[in-house]
């Protein structure tokens, strides 16, 4: 095939270098014409806006309910902790894990 492997007479460049190219003239243009035109939307409203909840028509409908005694639970394991005070006895666990910068060393 004589276009893969051209013989020294077809090749335009025999050594196998390659010639540099002019420099293509680029023709001004105006990026105006380029830029797509500006399109305005009907609804100017910022994200921040169209996500809030519409309220209108149901102010009197919002209301924050009471707290009864009936309508929370209280964890079994979290009244064993407050009776217990095991959570207000933190300083003594975590006391052998201080450490003691101006020595270097932990804390008795």
């Given at each position: 095939n004589p276009t893969s492997n051209?013989?020294?007479?077809?090749?335009?460049?025999?050594k196998g270098r390659n010639r540099r190219r002019s420099k293509?003239?680029?023709?001004?243009?105006?990026?105006?014409?380029?830029s797509p035109p500006i399109?305005?939307?009907?609804?100017?409203?910022?994200m921040a806006q169209l996500?809030?909840?519409?309220t209108e028509g149901y102010e009197d409908s919002i209301?924050?309910?009471?707290?009864?005694?009936?309508n929370f639970e209280l964890?079994?394991?979290?009244?064993?902790?407050?009776?217990?005070?095991?959570?207000?006895?933190?300083?003594?666990k975590t006391r052998m894990l201080t450490f003691d910068i101006s020595t270097r060393s932990l804390l008795p």
């Open positions: 051209p013989t020294p007479s077809t090749n335009p460049n025999p293509q003239k680029i023709k001004e243009f105006n990026l105006d014409e380029l399109i305005t939307m009907i609804d100017q409203r910022t996500l809030q909840a519409p209301v924050v309910p009471a707290i009864t005694a009936d964890k079994h394991g979290l009244l064993t902790l407050v009776q217990n005070k095991q959570f207000l006895d933190m300083t003594k």
